[in-house]
């Protein structure tokens, strides 16, 4: 809890900004980027979630992989997050806030077999494509072409996180059929 007193600028409000963005356009994708951050930020625990949790004959790749993954995505939310101040924003930043913005449901606590892991990961990834793909959409028709920008970059990075998931997850591992049951 904070003790200062003078707010600078309550959260979910949007002021003037320096890209000279119209107020109500900055506003819808103040709230996209804003959803963004919240995904990218479940995406993130649950990554890392993993990352502590793997094991088996391909651990040691796999370990490796999921802690380039979350640190990418941790990356990403900052530069989402610094996009919303841009644009006169309030990222979201609290826990709370954060969980009731996400639009992806997190795993739950419990620790699974790496390939369930691994496919609750893509259909995480599936579902932040989509978002992706909508609030780039959404900010060129704005004209905020700095923010379709942004995220036509960050959205190459998901592709790849997931394509490689995707081939952790097929049937030619090392990892024999009578460990996962």
Sequence with gaps: MSTQKNVRQEAGTVGENPLRLEEEKAEQIIDALNTDLADAYVLYHQLHKHHWNV??????????????????????????AERVQAL??????????????????????DVYDIRTSLSNDLDMYGDIIESYRDHIE????????????????????????????????????????????
């Excluded at 094991?55 to 380039?68: D, N, P, S, T, V």
């Excluded at 959404?138 to 997931?162: C, K, N, P, S």
């Design 55 to 80: 094991e088996g004959a391909e651990h040691l790749g796999i370990h490796r992989f999921l802690q380039e993954a979350y640190e990418e995505v941790e990356e990403a939310a900052d530069e989402i």
């Design 88 to 109: 006169g924003g309030v990222p979201n930043a609290s826990m709370a806030t954060l969980s009731d913005a996400a639009t992806v449901e997190p795993e739950d606590e």
């Design 138 to 181: 959404l900010a060129e028709g704005l004209g905020d072409h700095g923010t379709a920008h942004m995220l036509r970059e960050q959205i190459i990075e998901v592709e790849e996180h997931a394509h490689v998931i995707d081939h952790y997850l097929e049937d030619d591992t090392l990892v024999l059929d009578s460990a996962t049951k």
